[in-house]
């Protein structure tokens, strides 16, 4: 009798476990250098896919989203539907609080797409990758719309330590 409750359990585990990663949970390998020093290439993360359907994604979320058929990035929000953004002497501003995006980098925004946007229109969320000075993001895609989001990294359960 207690095989059969065993047997039963890890069936009903594995089940449970499949479900969650049909629906909710996925995990996705960090590709590049573009994110350091918060993930590094090779990180593996667990992606929530289910959170943005219930909650607007937030400033600092960091995303997996889908560029097109065949790539996929990860990358955290600076601005959301709404926000006023700003770019004045190197520092980027967000609803009139400075952002932690200043200095040099900032030059590269003012030559690019995120500089055609003062309001971010609907459906639209500007991303830069963590190590801006190599990252590919909205300054050379624009925006990336909700439905091109694939999920939110919400645990890191395995570091590349080189």
């Known amino acids: 009798m207690k095989i059969k409750s065993i047997i039963f359990s890890l069936i009903f585990s594995l089940i449970f476990i499949i479900f969650l990663r049909s629906f909710f949970i996925s995990n996705y390998i960090i590709t590049g250098h573009s994110m350091e020093p918060t993930y590094h290439d090779g990180d593996r993360v667990l992606v929530n896919q289910f959170i943005d359907i219930v909650i607007e994604p937030q400033i600092d979320d960091v995303y997996f989203f889908k560029l097109n058929e ?3 990035m990860v990358k955290r929000i ?3 539907p709404g926000d006023y953004i700003k770019i004045s002497k190197n520092t980027l501003y967000i609803n009139g609080k400075k952002s932690r995006y200043s200095d040099s980098s900032m030059q590269l ?3 690019d797409k ?7 229109p609907q459906d639209c969320y500007l991303v ?3 190590n801006i ?3 590919t993001d909205s300054r050379t895609y624009g925006c990336i719309s909700r439905n091109q989001m694939l999920g939110k990294v919400i645990y890191t359960y395995w570091q590349n330590k080189k």
């Open 70 to 72: 065949n790539e996929t």
């Open 109 to 111: 925004l003012l030559d």
């Open 133 to 135: 000075d190599d990252s």
């Open 114 to 120: 995120m500089r055609k946007y003062r309001t971010v």
């Open 78 to 80: 600076i601005a959301t």
């Open 128 to 130: 830069l990758g963590d």
